[in-house]
């Protein structure tokens, strides 16, 4: 059974970090293309980074590039997300998901870690 | 930002059938990436329900379906049931957003 299980949210305050980690089993992690995804309270869905397999292609929205880091551990089927210079508008439920195909849609979320960022 | 707009809310009573359009442009639905659709129940995480333009995963009833045009593509529920309340997302890919997986702005079923 795919599971993925996100830890590490919690509350900073504003220009703080935190790092989310995002465990994987039932599948072969280190073939698949992850991802992060937000949803602020009571908004929708917003794509936050991907990374490839071998760690050869990442991407960021706009949004948090130069501020957020995604990696990944293939030995410990880990992924992880380094945050930076948080702000307020960074609060959300953060959730990982696997891309089957790299570069397709999302087949397994995690059931999300939330992040809130205030003073 | 969302790029791929959707209805806010769309209701119909158990048995019906509703529609959800997700209207994107040139650079993500037009040009030919595929659309995917996801299902959210309150207070839970983002389920798949729609592949590749029209295609459902294990376990999705086949009341589900979809299909894409042009710039647009939509979701149908036909014989609508309770359990079916919640939140639907498209999702693609858009060319002029660097590595972009665009999501839509969110459609809230109602079941009367």
């Known amino acids: 059974e795919v599971r993925l299980v996100e830890s590490g949210g919690g509350l900073v305050k504003p220009g703080g970090s935190l790092r989310l980690s995002c465990a994987a089993s039932g599948f072969t992690f280190d073939t698949y293309t992850m991802n992060w995804v937000r949803q602020a309270p009571g908004k929708g869905l917003e794509w936050v980074s991907s990374i490839s397999y071998g760690s050869r292609y990442i991407e960021y929205t706009d949004s948090v590039r130069g501020r957020f880091t995604v990696f990944r551990d293939n030995a410990k089927n880990s992924l992880l997300l380094q945050m930076n210079s948080l702000r307020a508008e960074d609060t959300a439920v953060y959730y990982c998901?696997?891309?089957?195909?790299?570069?397709?849609?999302?087949?397994?979320w995690g059931q999300g870690t939330p992040v809130t960022v205030s003073s | 930002q969302s790029v791929l707009t959707q209805p806010p809310s769309v209701s119909g009573a158990p048995g019906q059938r509703v529609t959800i359009s997700c209207t994107g442009t040139?650079?993500?639905?037009?040009?030919?990436?595929?659309v995917h659709w996801y299902q959210q129940v309150p207070g839970t995480a983002p389920k798949l329900l729609i592949y590749?333009?029209?295609n459902r995963p294990a376990g999705v009833p086949d009341r589900f379906s979809a299909s894409k045009s042009g710039t647009s593509a939509s979701l149908a529920i036909t014989g609508l049931q309770a359990e079916d309340e919640g939140d639907y997302y498209c999702?693609?890919?858009?060319?002029?957003?660097?590595?972009?997986?665009?999501f839509g702005t969110g459609t809230k079923v109602t079941v009367l």
């Open positions: 998901a696997r891309d089957p195909l790299s570069a397709s849609w999302l087949d397994y």
């Open positions: 999702q693609s890919f858009d060319s002029s957003l660097r590595g972009s997986r665009v």
């Open positions: 590749g333009n029209r």
């Open positions: 040139s650079s993500n639905i037009g040009a030919g990436y595929d």
